[in-house]
T-cell receptor, first 121, second 111 residues
Framework: GAVVSQHPSWVICKSGTSVKIECRSLDFQATTMFWYRQFPKQSLMLMAT?????????EQGVEKDKFLINHASLTLSTLTVTSAHPEDSSFYIC?????????????????FGPGTRLTVT | GEDVEQSLFLSVREGDSSVINCTYT??????LYWYKQEPGAGLQLLTY?????DMKQDQRLTVLLNKKDKHLSLRIADTQTGDSAIYFC???????????FGQGTELSVKP
């Protein structure tokens, strides 16, 4: 099956510093990747849609200047949490899609990375 | 707006069948998905169903879709302790793969 990796798997940083998280599709090319945030015992909250070669589309309420997304190639998207604060501590998960089918019957199989646990002290 | 609802907990005995239910509001959904998340891990795609289908079976998994009632269910036959996890349903609401997730159902399988 399709494999998506994330690096690092966990990171601890001091308040005010920036952290970069990488998301890679290992055995397929992904024109679209998604970034999610998940709090303990809660569902995934979509932060942004990352499209290769263009600007990311952010969900309402997500600060684009704080969560910088770059999708420089068909296999790599990065999320940079700038000037991190303790309230940014969370589990960040990326996903990459593989379209399957044609026309109205396209299913987007979305494959998830293992997640990155960010703790800001 | 779009909304996906799931019950939060389900407990079953090993060997029994588990049925996890989900309701959604957007009638324009084209595909509906089931994902499994184990502690501290990402989500694993289990199966998905096209909105014009009623049922899909894949080994121990059976997905039932009632489009009129906007109700989706996942049945796991012969549930094992390794099936203990959180199960998310999700709907695809537009082209491009954007998904809306339910809150997740925590399945606990007791020996």
């Amino acid at each position: 099956g399709a494999v998506v990796s994330q690096h690092p798997s966990w990171v601890i940083c001091k308040s005010g510093t920036s952290v970069k998280i990488e998301c890679r599709s290992l055995d397929f090319q992904a024109t679209t990747m998604f970034w999610y945030r998940q709090f303990p015992k809660q569902s995934l909250m979509l932060m942004a849609t990352s499209n290769e070669g263009s600007k990311a589309t952010y969900e309402q309420g997500v600060e684009k200047d704080k969560f910088l997304i770059n999708h420089a190639s068909l296999t790599l998207s990065t999320l940079t949490v700038t000037s991190a604060h303790p309230e940014d501590s969370s589990f960040y998960i990326c996903s990459a899609t593989i379209p399957s089918g044609r026309g109205q019957s396209v299913a987007y199989e979305q494959y998830f990375g293992p997640g990155t646990r960010l703790t800001v002290t | 707006g779009e909304d996906v609802e799931q019950s939060l907990f389900l407990s079953v005995r090993e060997g029994d069948s588990s049925v996890i239910n989900c309701t959604y509001t957007d009638s324009s959904s084209t595909y509906l998905y089931w994902y499994k998340q184990e502690p501290g891990a990402g989500l694993q795609l289990l199966t998905y169903i096209f909105s014009n289908m009623d049922m899909k079976q894949d080994q121990r998994l059976t997905v039932l879709l009632n489009k009129k009632d906007k109700h989706l269910s996942l049945r796991i036959a012969d549930t094992q302790t390794g099936d203990s996890a959180i199960y998310f349903c999700a709907e695809n609401i537009n082209q491009g793969g954007k998904l809306i997730f339910g809150q997740g159902t925590e399945l606990s399988v007791k020996p």
